[in-house]
C-alpha cells in the first residue's frame, strides 16, 4: 500500500498536520541557562546527599559491629563463665591482648585478620572486618576503638564522631565497687555487660566529692561535652540526632 505524501497546499493535511511542519530545537543560550540550573541544584543537593549517605554508613556500621561483639560474647559465655568472671589480658602488649582474644573469642567473632597493627607509631592488636572496618584493643581489652574504615585508625582522634567511636568493656565491676563511681550517664552501668559504648567512669574521694581537674558528666546533655559519640547515637536508637555536634 502506496504512503499519501503530505503536499504543501493541500487544505485538508494541513488541517490534520498543520500548515507549518518545521522542526525546532533549543538555542545554545538556552541550553546553557538549563545546565546552569542544573548545577545550581546540584551544588545544593549533592553535599546534603553525601552526607546523609555517609551518615548512613556510619549508623549501619556501628550497629553491626555492636551486634557482632556482643552475639559473640553471649555465644562465649556458653563455653565459658559469666562474662563478670572474665578475665582480662595480664599485660597491655598486642601479643597479650591477642591471647585473651583467641580465649574468649576464637571461633565466635567473624574477622577478615587480626593481628598486630602499627598505629600513631604504636603497636595495637586490630582487628580487620570484612567490610572494611576496623578496630583496634587496648588496656588488657578493655578500651575498644572502632572505625568504619580501618586507614581512619591511624587518625583516630581526627576522625572520632565521624569516622572512629570509642567502646568499653568493663563487665567485671562488682555491685560493691559500682558506688565507688560517678557514671558518666546516670542510667548506665558497665556492670554484666558486654561491649558498650565508651562512658566515664571516675573514682570519687572517700568523702564522695569529685577529684580536682577530673573529667566527668552525670547527665544527657554532657555527653557532647565530652564527645562520647558512640554513646549519643546509641541512646538515639542508633541513628546520628539532629543535633549531632560532628559534621558529615
Known amino acids: 500500500m502506496r504512503k499519501k505524501l503530505f503536499l504543501p497546499g493541500n487544505a485538508k493535511q494541513e488541517k490534520i498536520f498543520g500548515k507549518n511542519n518545521c522542526h525546532h530545537a533549543f538555542t545554545m543560550a538556552e541550553v546553557l541557562i538549563v545546565l546552569g540550573i542544573i548545577g545550581i541544584i546540584a551544588a545544593l543537593t549533592i553535599p546534603n546527599l553525601m552526607g546523609m549517605y555517609r551518615k548512613s554508613v ?114 567485671n565491676y562488682s555491685r560493691e565497687q559500682a558506688p565507688k563511681f560517678q557514671k558518666c550517664y546516670a542510667s548506665y552501668n558497665y556492670s554484666d555487660k558486654g561491649v558498650e559504648p565508651y562512658v566515664s567512669l571516675l573514682n570519687k574521694n572517700a568523702d564522695g566529692t569529685i577529684p580536682t581537674g577530673e573529667r566527668f558528666c552525670t547527665e544527657a546533655k554532657d555527653l557532647y561535652t565530652q564527645k562520647l559519640y558512640s554513646k549519643i547515637i546509641q541512646l538515639n536508637g542508633w541513628q546520628i540526632p539532629k543535633d549531632y555536634p560532628v559534621k558529615f
Open 58 to 171: 556510619v549508623e549501619t556500621s556501628l550497629k553491626k559491629f555492636y551486634t557482632a561483639v556482643n552475639q559473640a560474647i553471649l555465644l562465649s559465655v556458653h563455653k565459658h563463665e559469666a562474662v563478670r568472671f572474665w578475665s582480662f589480658a595480664p599485660e597491655n602488649t598486642p601479643e597479650s591482648i591477642e591471647q585473651w582474644f583467641n580465649r574468649y573469642f576464637g571461633g565466635f567473632f567473624n574477622t577478615l585478620r587480626a593481628g598486630k597493627y602499627k598505629i600513631d607509631g604504636k603497636d595495637y592488636f586490630t582487628l580487620f572486618f570484612e567490610d572494611g572496618s576496623g578496630a583496634y584493643l587496648d588496656y588488657m581489652g578493655h578500651d575498644w576503638f572502632f572505625c568504619t574504615e580501618v586507614k581512619a585508625l591511624e587518625n583516630f582522634e581526627e576522625n572520632h564522631g565521624r569516622k572512629c567511636f570509642k567502646f568499653g568493656f568493663y563487665p
